[in-house]
């Protein structure tokens, strides 16, 4: 019994610290050192318009962080040689005008002395919009976690679902298996449950019984004559003996 009830136990405080740890783990990999934005921010922008990327980092200093872009195989580095134009009151931001197909790229923020990146923005040039089948361009914010986010959120679901079943199937075996060893171990346990269930039927027999009521005057006054007579005819036999 004690063993079963520490297995429980045991199972279930490493079922709740993995779910935990989980949730750090996730938690930790979810914050990025820095947060690139699009401005303005919609994802849809028409051709020849403009645009802004916004590289926000944490703590707010951003020295050292640079804005990239990939394109296919090829690594650009810089908002100049990206074709924007660098805001000289706010270095954060890169500002793109007459938006067309040579903006196409996934776009990010990093550090190259410290090795950290910011969060990943993917813009498309589309000739036709699928709605209103007129030039535009196509802006979508991708986040690299996307499909981390989704494995995570099964992992996590799996393990809540562990954690009830888990819990449900202790709360279960545990009574189960407990009045049975209390039976078989441990006779006083026994003793009281029979004294019980024996109080309990006493006393609903006790009041079930009817109550035994006294005897009605009217009956006493029927009884006294034939009791005299009975007396009399004692007496005759007697005297005729």
Same mark, same amino acid.
């Given at each position: 019994?004690?063993?079963?009830? &520490?297995? =429980?136990? *045991?199972?279930?405080l490493s079922t709740?610290?993995? !779910?935990?740890?989980?949730n750090e783990i996730?938690? @930790?990999?979810?914050?990025?050192? &820095? @947060?690139?934005?699009v401005r303005p921010?919609?994802?849809?922008?028409?051709?020849?318009?403009? *645009?802004?990327?916004?590289?926000?980092?944490?703590?707010?200093?951003?020295?050292?962080?640079?804005?990239?872009? /990939?394109?296919?195989?090829?690594?650009? $580095?810089? =908002?100049?040689?990206?074709?924007?134009?660098? +805001?000289?009151?706010?270095?954060?931001?890169? !500002?793109?005008?007459?938006?067309?197909?040579?903006?196409?790229?996934?776009?990010?923020?990093?550090?190259?002395?410290?090795?950290?990146?910011?969060?990943?923005?993917?813009?498309?040039?589309?000739?036709?919009?699928?709605?209103?089948?007129?030039?535009?361009?196509?802006?979508?914010?991708?986040? %690299?976690?996307?499909?981390?986010? +989704?494995? @995570?959120? $099964?992992?996590?679901?799996?393990? @809540?679902?562990?954690? &009830?079943?888990?819990?449900?199937?202790?709360?279960?075996?545990?009574?189960?298996?407990?009045?049975?060893?209390?039976?078989?171990? *441990?006779? $006083?346990?026994?003793?009281? /449950?029979?004294? =019980?269930?024996?109080? &309990?039927?006493?006393?609903?027999?006790?009041?079930?019984?009817? %109550?035994?009521?006294?005897?009605?005057?009217?009956?006493?006054?029927?009884? /006294? %004559?034939?009791?005299?007579?009975?007396?009399?005819?004692?007496?005759?036999?007697?005297?005729?003996?």
């Amino acid at each position: 019994m004690r063993f079963l009830t &520490a297995v =429980c136990y *045991f199972v279930l405080l490493s079922t709740w610290l993995k !779910h935990g740890a989980l949730n750090e783990i996730r938690e @930790s990999k979810s914050k990025k050192d &820095a @947060s690139l934005e699009v401005r303005p921010d919609s994802r849809q922008h028409l051709r020849g318009k403009e *645009f802004t990327l916004h590289c926000s980092v944490n703590g707010g200093n951003s020295t050292g962080w640079i804005l990239r872009r /990939l394109q296919g195989d090829q690594k650009d $580095s810089g =908002c100049l040689y990206l074709n924007g134009t660098k +805001s000289t009151d706010k270095p954060e931001e890169c !500002h793109f005008s007459d938006i067309d197909s040579k903006n196409n790229g996934l776009y990010w923020c990093e550090s190259l002395s410290d090795n950290k990146t910011s969060n990943t923005v993917n813009i498309t040039v589309t000739r036709k919009d699928i709605s209103s089948k007129s030039e535009v361009t196509l802006l979508s914010t991708v986040n %690299p976690m996307t499909k981390d986010n +989704s494995t @995570s959120d $099964s992992e996590e679901e799996n393990q @809540s679902g562990l954690f &009830a079943w888990v819990s449900g199937l202790c709360m279960l075996l545990v009574p189960l298996v407990t009045v049975p060893v209390l039976w078989i171990f *441990f006779p $006083s346990f026994r003793e009281k /449950l029979y004294a =019980c269930t024996n109080g &309990a039927y006493r006393r609903e027999r006790v009041q079930q019984e009817m %109550p035994k009521t006294k005897q009605d005057a009217t009956e006493i006054q029927w009884d /006294l %004559p034939w009791m005299e007579m009975d007396n009399l005819l004692g007496k005759q036999q007697n005297a005729g003996r």
